[in-house]
Nanobody, 117 residues
Framework: QVQVVESGGGLVQPGGSLRLSCTASGRIFSMYTMSWYRQAPGKQRELVAKSIPGGRTDYDDSVRGRFTISRDRDIRKNIVYLQMNSLKPEDTAVYYC?????????WGQGTQVTVSS
């Protein structure tokens, strides 16, 4: 059974940092594109960052330079991280992990990130 589980969300002050983790199980995810999305109240879900097999990464303009997506060096762990620095109130959202390979796509349940003083 495939599972994608996010962790690491919470409340942080503006300018602070958080690191989200996404742990996937049930497949070998080294061939999957792993992405982080977010959805703020009243808004559509949007792509934040993606990690493509082979090493390439891509970011939404709103987070480029502040967020970093990476995979655990031990690929057997199937963990993807999202390091978020210089957080802003507009980063407040539920963050979702997505794993995609051809016709196979899996989502986690999401983790809440709130940036507020």
């Amino acid at each position: 059974q495939v599972q994608v589980v996010e962790s690491g969300g919470g409340l942080v002050q503006p300018g602070g940092s958080l690191r989200l983790s996404c742990t996937a199980s049930g497949r070998i995810f080294s061939m999957y594109t792993m992405s982080w999305y977010r959805q703020a109240p009243g808004k559509q879900r949007e792509l934040v960052a993606k990690s493509i097999p082979g090493g390439r990464t891509d970011y939404d303009d709103s987070v480029r330079g502040r967020f970093t997506i990476s995979r655990d060096r031990d690929i057997r762990k199937n963990i993807v991280y999202l390091q978020m620095n210089s957080l802003k109130p507009e980063d407040t959202a539920v963050y979702y992990c997505n794993a995609k390979f051809r016709d196979y796509e899996y989502w986690g349940q999401g983790t809440q990130v709130t940036v507020s003083s």
